[in-house]
């Protein structure tokens, strides 16, 4: 089992930055793929970037350009900075671990970006 911790978000104005980041309980060299997802109010939850064990990333058509997602696999921690913020990015953003055993979920970060 795969335990996640989320940190980084925040209230930011429109046009700015921030970054999350996801640590996790064991090493992610062995996580297939961790990826960060969000869900804002009345909304089902959505994809925003992944990358792969290899290092490989897919983002959201929303956030190209202006989200990077990046792991370092010492620290087990995956990192999405956030940049050019927009006030349609307000949501809860998570992490997820796909591993051979299933999906671990982390608790969520909040990311409100202000008009």
């Known amino acids: 089992q795969v335990q996640l911790v989320e940190s980084g978000g925040g209230l930011v104005q429109v046009g700015g930055s921030l970054t999350l980041s996801c640590t996790a309980s064991s090493s992610i060299f062995s996580i297939n793929a961790m990826g960060w997802y969000r869900q804002a109010p009345g909304k089902q939850r959505e994809v925003v970037a992944v990358i792969t064990r290899g290092g490989s990333t897919v983002y959201a058509g929303s956030v190209k350009g202006r989200f990077i997602i990046s792991r370092d696999n010492a620290k087990n921690t995956v990192h999405l900075q956030m940049n050019s913020l927009k006030p349609e990015d307000t949501a809860v953003y998570y992490c997820?671990?796909?591993?051979?055993?299933?999906?671990?979920w982390g608790q969520g970060t909040q990311v409100t970006v202000s008009s």
């Open positions: 997820k671990a796909g591993t051979i055993a299933g999906d671990f």
